[in-house]
């Protein structure tokens, strides 16, 4: 267990419609990322917070949003939903702003009918 | 652009044998390289790092190692079990941005 806690597990919803995701990072850890993991793309990196501020922002949609919250848990917003949303989205954290010694959790699996 | 290119895509080995997974990466500045283990159902898991100023990082079964110059670094897991069956990921930080570029996977199987 890696002490990430991401929810859902799974995630099933149509076109146009709007989910949140649920991160809930490490005890300790003041970074969260986001990250979309797909078959033909791999691990892509998303955005990250530390400490409640944006940190860095990667290949996120204007259509995606997060946001980190005073107790450090995190959630990813995904609006207008399209097709090719459908993937995995992983959560990680780690204790520094530093890219270094990340913990993922499980991941949520969102299918977008 | 920046890139993180891994090789093989997969790889099946026998029980008891070794496992070789190779990383190039692209920006000489990169000074921080981690290896990922990701499992059926779960999300990638740490399992090794090194560090640039290191040639080599055992941990047990496992190894890293580390040419600069050439710019690549290895994974090597020796005396395989079925446990070790899993989708391995390199990373490497960019140095623009510092965020981890993954490389695209090497699914190991380990037959018993």
């Known amino acids: 267990d890696s002490g990430v806690t991401q929810t859902p597990k799974h995630l099933i919803t149509a076109t146009g419609q709007r989910v949140t995701l649920r991160c809930s990072p490490r005890?300790?850890?003041?970074?969260v990322y986001w990250y979309q993991q797909s078959l033909d793309q791999g691990l892509q990196f998303l955005i990250q917070y530390y400490n409640g501020e944006e940190r860095a922002k990667g290949n996120i949609l204007e259509r995606f949003s997060a946001q980190q919250f005073p107790d450090l848990h995190s959630e990813l917003n995904l609006s207008s939903l399209e097709l090719g949303d459908s993937a995995l989205y992983f959560c990680?954290?780690?204790?520094?702003?530093?890219?270094?010694?990340?913990?993922f959790g499980s991941g949520t699996q969102l299918s977008v009918l | 652009g920046e890139n993180v290119e891994q090789h093989p895509s997969t790889l099946s080995v026998q029980e008891g044998d070794s496992a070789v997974i190779k990383c190039t990466y692209s920006d000489s500045a990169s000074n921080y390289f981690p290896w990922y283990k990701q499992e059926l159902g779960k999300g990638p898991q740490l399992i090794i790092d090194i560090r640039s100023n290191v040639g080599e990082k055992k941990d047990q079964r496992i190894a890293v190692t580390l040419n600069k110059t050439a710019k690549h670094f290895s994974l090597h897991i020796t005396e395989t079990q079925p446990e070790d069956s899993a989708v391995y990921f390199c990373?490497?930080?960019?140095?623009?941005?510092?965020?981890?570029?993954f490389g695209q996977g090497t699914t190991l199987q380990v037959k018993p």
């Open positions: 990373a490497a930080p960019s140095s623009n941005t510092g965020k981890l570029i």
């Open positions: 005890s300790g850890d003041l970074s």
């Open positions: 990680a954290s780690s204790a520094s702003d530093v890219d270094e010694k990340l913990f």
